[in-house]
T-cell receptor, first 111, second 112 residues
Framework: EDQVTQSPEALRLQEGESSSLNCSYT??????LFWYRQDPGKGPEFLFT???AGEEKEKERLKATLTKKESFLHITAPKPEDSATYLC????????????FGTGTRLKVLA | DGGITQSPKYLFRKEGQNVTLSCEQN?????MYWYRQDPGQGLRLIYY???????QKGDIAEGYSVSREKKESFPLTVTSAQKNPTAFYLC???????????FGQGTRLTVV
């Protein structure tokens, strides 16, 4: 069964304390892995797409990496405004336009 | 500005009433989606549509209905058959399989 698991469920960091969020997946034939940021009461905001093992994408303090079994979202020197829930999703196998989402990691960055 | 507009942002309805959530996009995207989000759970797919006049059930379609008469619009009706309709509903669209979907700002439905 295709599945996406994110860890940890929640993470508290001090401002400037770097860390990583994990997204492990089992899917037959990965067609794309996606990272989103979601603020409370709002829709997810698209961050990155990764397609193949070894690929990396960066945006400001965020860097996403991909292996054959998991993806990491590295947060370098986070600021309080980075506090949000980070969602990971994979695209379902060929023939459908479906995405499979993880339950997210709630990140709180303390000043 | 291009984007996805969901309305209303908050919706209250009495138990047993049908209610329709609006989703409009001006991104010229082909595919559109409806997701439900509950606390502690991932986004769950209700329905999706890849082209006009065609749509498919997602994982939790029971108690919901949709239509796709125009490329820009994908309304979701929550019927009285939905046993637990109180939730945060998200609409999304996408044009390219290599790009992630873009989401609206959501509608929070509360049934009392």
């Amino acid at each position: 069964e295709d599945q996406v698991t994110q860890s940890p469920e929640a993470l508290r960091l001090q401002e400037g304390e770097s860390s990583s969020l994990n997204c492990s997946y089992t899917v037959s034939g990965l067609r794309g892995l996606f990272w989103y940021r979601q603020d409370p009461g709002k829709g997810p905001e698209f961050l990155f797409t990764l397609y193949s093992a070894g690929e990396e994408k960066e945006k400001e303090r965020l860097k996403a990496t991909l292996t054959k079994k998991e993806s990491f979202l590295h947060i370098t020197a986070p600021k309080p405004e980075d506090s949000a829930t980070y969602l990971c999703a994979v695209q379902a196998p060929s023939g459908t336009y479906k995405y499979i989402f993880g339950t997210g990691t709630r990140l709180k960055v303390l000043a | 500005d291009g984007g996805i507009t969901q309305s209303p942002k908050y919706l209250f309805r009495k138990e047993g009433q049908n209610v329709t959530l609006s989703c409009e996009q001006n991104l010229n995207h082909d595919a559109m989606y409806w997701y439900r989000q509950d606390p502690g759970q991932g986004l769950r797919l209700i329905y999706y549509s890849q082209i006009v006049n065609d749509f498919q059930k997602g994982d939790i379609a029971e108690g919901y209905s949709v239509s796709r008469e125009k490329k820009e619009s994908f309304p979701l009706t929550v019927t009285s058959a939905q046993k637990n309709p109180t939730a945060f509903y998200l609409c999304a669209s996408r044009t390219d399989s290599l790009i992630g979907a873009f989401f609206g700002q959501g509608t929070r439905l509360t049934v009392v």
